[in-house]
Structures are given as C-alpha cells and as structure tokens.
C-alpha cells in the first residue's frame, strides 16, 4: 500500500515536472522594407512550420516609422520559439481609423464619415501562410532579420 502511494505520488511529480517546461525562446529584432524603403504600421507574425519540425505558438511584432519591429510569443515574452518559421505580413493601414469589424466602418467619432479600406502596400502572398516567400529560422543569438518586400 505504502509503495503504490509513493509510485503514484512520483509519477504525479513526474508529470507535473514535464508540463512546466518552459519552450525555448530566441529574441527576434528586424525590420520590413520595401524597395529599399521602411514600411511602417505592419503587423509580422512568426509562425512556427510544423513541416520542418517546429509546433507550437506563434510570436508578433508591429513595425514603427523606421520599419523596426520586436517579436513578442505568447503571454508578452520577448522573442519566438527556436526553429523554422514561416513569416506573414499584415498591413494595418488598410484600416485607417475605422473600427475593425464593424460593418459600416465609420471613424471613431459618432456619425462621422464613413472609411472605406484601403488596399494593402504588402502582396497577398505575403498575408498567406501557405503561400509566404518568407521563412526563417529563428537561432539563440541571431542578428536583425530584414524582410525586403516586392512587388
């Protein structure tokens, strides 16, 4: 009886220990340019590419007026999983000031104009997670990753 209580009291810790381990996690710093030139307000995602081995969560960063932009994984922690990763792009200026996912897409001011989308500076290819030209593979120490869009 004494046994069996301690066998399952260490397979509980056991598990419990193999649960809490911790995804190892790489900073990731860089910039998105196109023809040379920083596009800013650019959501890039970090998708892990489970065809090259590497599963888990995903990391985001938004680029600022110089195109820079930090990765940031899952809970706000710096930086995204170690491994393959296939890059997307979003542009976030298509939506100027409306309200994303309101029907109508009026401005935040009650009753004012109504704002139409406006199409995206990024090629489709590079919003498609199938489809993105876009892969990197994320090391402990990397340098920058620039990402040069074309047209």
Known sequence: ???AALTLTLAGL???????A????AAVTGT????????????????????KGT???????????????????DGGKPGALVGHHRVVLA?????GNVFVGRGNYRTEAPGGPKETPKVS????AYANLARTPVQVEVK????????????
Do not use: H, W
């Not at 911790?22 to 996690?25: A, I, N, T, V």
């Not at 888990?56 to 994984?73: C, I």
């Not at 500076?121 to 489709?124: A, F, I, N, Q, S």
């Not at 402990?140 to 047209?151: D, F, L, N, S, Y």
């Open 1 to 3: 009886m004494r046994t």
């Open 14 to 20: 056991a598990s419990a220990a193999g649960c809490s």
């Open 22 to 25: 911790q995804p190892e996690l």
């Open 32 to 51: 998105v340019t196109m023809n040379g030139k920083p596009l800013k307000n650019v959501k890039v995602a970090f998708q892990p590419d489970p065809d």
């Open 55 to 73: 599963r888990g969560a995903g990391s985001t960063g938004v680029t600022d007026d110089a195109g820079a932009f930090t990765l940031t994984f």
């Open 91 to 95: 542009d976030l200026d298509v939506y």
């Open 121 to 124: 500076r990024v090629p489709e």
């Open 140 to 151: 402990p120490g990397m340098g920058a990753v620039t990402i040069e869009v074309k047209k």
